[in-house]
């Protein structure tokens, strides 16, 4: 299982007083030295955390490790996001929901959505070399989706395993069951799986036994850890969690 770092939340700080502090690429490096093996940005519309100047600085950077460190974008099929996918080229662009006013993601792709314009924006992604990934929820209806679309990977939405968690053992099992099936039947349908929202270091004790996971996108709560230990331990506390030590 892969870690990849999100630092939407660096921006966020920055944009908050304006300027060049703290520098979003100066997080990026300090993550790749702390051992993340992937960095995670979703550039907004708004562009209220992560701009398309970052994406294109991270990029660059990360442009020499291209063998070592994945680099992820996600958001929501809009043309200027796709547009800066198709220059940029990351290792993977994995497709997000946006809901008009959401603060962050707040569910999966329906199971419904239809399969045709998305179908289309999933293939353009493939033929450039870039595996894309489909943001759904712990369903199987949602998984069968995913692979009718020809999405080389999901990822699921794990807000709801984080509330189960905190209700207690009861409510974190039988949730984490959902995702169990959920990541079974993916591997069944050649589907790689990611997962990501509201994980750490907590919850990551009982999420890591899922099984066939690839990848865990964390930003918020690895952020938040920083705040008290640094960035760098807080990385490496998460490679831990994540390979658990």
Not at 36 to 53: E, L, M, N, S
Not at 225 to 238: F, M, P
Request: aromatic fraction near 6%; glycine fraction near 8%; proline fraction near 7%.
């Amino acid at each position: 299982m892969r870690l990849s770092v999100n630092v939407n939340k660096v921006a966020t700080l920055r944009n908050s007083r304006g300027g060049a502090l703290p520098s979003v690429v100066d997080a990026v490096r300090v993550c790749v030295n702390a051992g993340a093996p992937g960095i995670t940005v979703h550039p907004r519309a708004d562009a209220r955390h992560i701009t398309p100047i970052d994406v294109h600085a991270i990029a660059a950077f990360l442009a020499p490790r291209r063998r070592e460190i994945e680099f992820n974008i996600e958001g929501d099929p809009r043309p200027d996001l796709l547009d800066m996918v198709r220059e940029v080229r990351p290792h993977q662009c994995t497709l997000v929901p946006v809901r008009p006013g959401e603060v962050t993601s707040q569910a999966g792709w329906p199971p419904d959505t239809p399969a045709g314009e998305l179908g289309e924006v999933v293939r353009d992604l493939q033929s450039r070399g870039i595996r894309v990934s489909l943001f759904i929820e712990a369903d199987p209806d949602s998984v069968k989706w995913a692979a009718s679309l020809g999405a080389q990977r999901i990822e699921l939405y794990t807000e709801p395993f984080a509330h189960a968690f905190k209700e207690g053992q009861a409510a974190a099992d039988a949730s984490f069951r959902r995702y169990v099936e959920a990541a079974n039947l993916a591997h069944a349908l050649g589907l790689g799986i990611n997962a990501g929202h509201d994980l750490d270091l907590q919850n990551l004790v009982l999420f890591r036994m899922l099984p066939h996971l690839d990848e865990v996108s964390i930003g918020h709560a690895l952020i938040s850890h920083a705040l008290y230990v640094g960035l760098d331990q807080a990385v490496r506390d998460y490679l831990r969690a994540c390979d658990g030590v």
